[in-house]
């Protein structure tokens, strides 16, 4: 049994989110997803909107999740210890390095495969842009009619 690793925020879920776990399935028999906590979050992205046990909740609902659960608060590479996967999923824009990633697993004792996704169809609708557009469409509502 081939156990498949995917981590990410997961705010606001768009088909993006759903496009990167069908891929991330694939790539194995089992895929555990690591929800970042909003403090990491915070820190490597940007202040969530929606709390981690939401998160948490929406990610877990979704088909191709076997078991979704909350990252370490202090160490990302603590999950990894727990979960003992044999492939970590990347996404196309995630910000770690697939080389550095393997090379700490293994000093902490876990032999895995990193490997990046492609880049996602419906990236225009990922979460960033899906808020511009939503305020945009506020700011066009708010002004002065004539």
């Not at 690793?5 to 991330?24: I, Q, R, S």
């Amino acid at each position: 049994m081939v156990r498949v690793m995917a981590t990410g925020v997961f705010d606001l879920l768009h088909p993006g989110h759903v496009f990167f776990l069908e891929e991330a399935k694939k790539l194995g028999d089992e895929l555990v997803v690591v929800v970042a906590r909003d403090a990491t979050a915070k820190r490597l992205k940007h202040e969530p909107i929606v709390p981690e046990h939401l998160r948490l909740q929406m990610v877990s609902a979704l088909k191709p999740v076997d078991r979704a659960l909350l990252g370490s608060p202090t160490d990302i590479y603590q999950t990894v210890v727990d979960v003992r996967p044999d492939l970590i999923a990347l996404g196309y824009d995630q910000i770690w390095d697939e080389h550095e990633v393997e090379a700490e697993c293994l000093r902490r004792g876990v032999k895995v495969q990193v490997v990046r996704l492609p880049e996602i169809p419906h990236d225009h609708l990922a979460t960033k842009r899906l808020v511009e557009r939503i305020l945009e469409k506020a700011r066009a509502t708010e002004e002065p009619r004539r």
